[in-house]
């Protein structure tokens, strides 16, 4: 049972973060395309443009699609874990609860990232058909590819931030970042 449920955790994950990135580049499921996630960047004060929005979008659907399919599953996890660090930062000055427009739902899939991150693929994954898993948890450096993978995906996320995000900017929905 715990084999299914870890299978179902990752999944939906995956599932989840890929299609919000999709919505990022395209106008799937809702989304307003490469232009509106473009603006929706500029307007939290980031630069980088339509590359920015790119990187982000792109990460989210290749993290995500790895992640469903079990595939490298540590970096998979870090590339969820970095642009919920980054939506969970942009989000936070507004307060907790998403229907506010909070930080809640990114600051969720992030410790959902970190959580598949220390329990691994499970059995139904690429990584246990080939073998990889076998690499990253067993034996007493078991801790090491979570750990890597967690790191690199908050510290990542709050590099591209720093980097990226210019606090003096006004936006156009009238905020102060």
Request: net charge positive.
């Amino acid at each position: 049972m715990l084999t299914i449920g870890i299978a179902v955790v990752r999944v939906v994950l995956g599932a989840f973060v890929a299609a919000h990135g999709v919505q990022k580049l395209t106008h799937f499921w809702g989304g307003g395309g490469l232009a509106a996630s473009t603006k929706e960047f500029q307007d939290d004060g980031f630069v980088g443009g339509k590359f920015t929005a790119f990187a982000a979008g792109g990460v989210q659907v290749a993290g995500g699609t790895l992640l469903i399919a079990g595939f490298l599953t540590p970096l998979a996890s870090a590339m969820v874990i970095g642009p919920m660090v980054v939506a969970t930062t942009v989000k936070a000055p507004v307060g907790f609860w998403s229907q506010d427009g909070g930080y809640e739902y990114p600051l969720f899939l992030a410790l959902l990232g970190i959580g598949v991150a220390f329990t691994g693929p499970g059995a139904f994954s690429f990584d246990h058909a080939t073998g990889l898993s076998a690499w990253y948890g067993q034996g007493a450096w078991s801790w090491v590819p979570p750990v890597a993978a967690t790191a690199a995906g908050v510290f990542g996320g709050l590099g591209a931030r720093v980097l990226l995000h210019r606090p003096a900017l006004t936006t156009s929905r009238g905020r102060t970042l």
